[in-house]
Nanobody
Framework: QVQLVESGGGLVQAGGSLTLSCQASGSVFSLDYMGWYRQVPGNQREVVAGITSGGSPMYNDSVKGRFRIFRDDNKNTVYLQMNSLEPEDTAVYYC???????????????WGQGTQVTVSS
């Protein structure tokens, strides 16, 4: 079974930066797509950024040019570097990973527990 542990959230002033990290542990044979989502109470969860197994990043238009997603497969970790943060970025951020726990086995999708990011104006 694969678990995701997120870290790096917190309180920051507008214009500041934070870097989130999400490490997969447990039975991890290979990692496929890795992504970050966010959710504000009362709203649907939305995708923020994703990165393919080949390292190609994708971004929600609202964060393009400000956020950067990257991964370190040697550490089974995906990162989200967030710059020029705005109050509208305040949300709980969730890591989402598609992985193969065992060789030849089926893919599994896993969600992290979420980490709060609060941007003050």
């Amino acid at each position: 079974q694969v678990q995701l542990v997120e870290s790096g959230g917190g309180l920051v002033q507008a214009g500041g930066s934070l870097t989130l990290s999400c490490q997969a542990s447990g039975s991890v044979f290979s990692l496929d797509y890795m992504g970050w989502y966010r959710q504000v109470p009362g709203n649907q969860r939305e995708v923020v950024a994703g990165i393919t197994s080949g390292g190609s990043p994708m971004y929600n238009d609202s964060v393009k040019g400000r956020f950067r997603i990257f991964r370190d497969d040697n550490k089974n970790t995906v990162y989200l570097q967030m710059n020029s943060l705005e109050p509208e970025d305040t949300a709980v951020y969730y890591c989402h990973v598609r992985c193969r726990p065992t060789w030849g086995g089926p893919f599994d999708t896993v969600w992290g527990q979420g980490t709060q990011v609060t941007v003050s104006s």
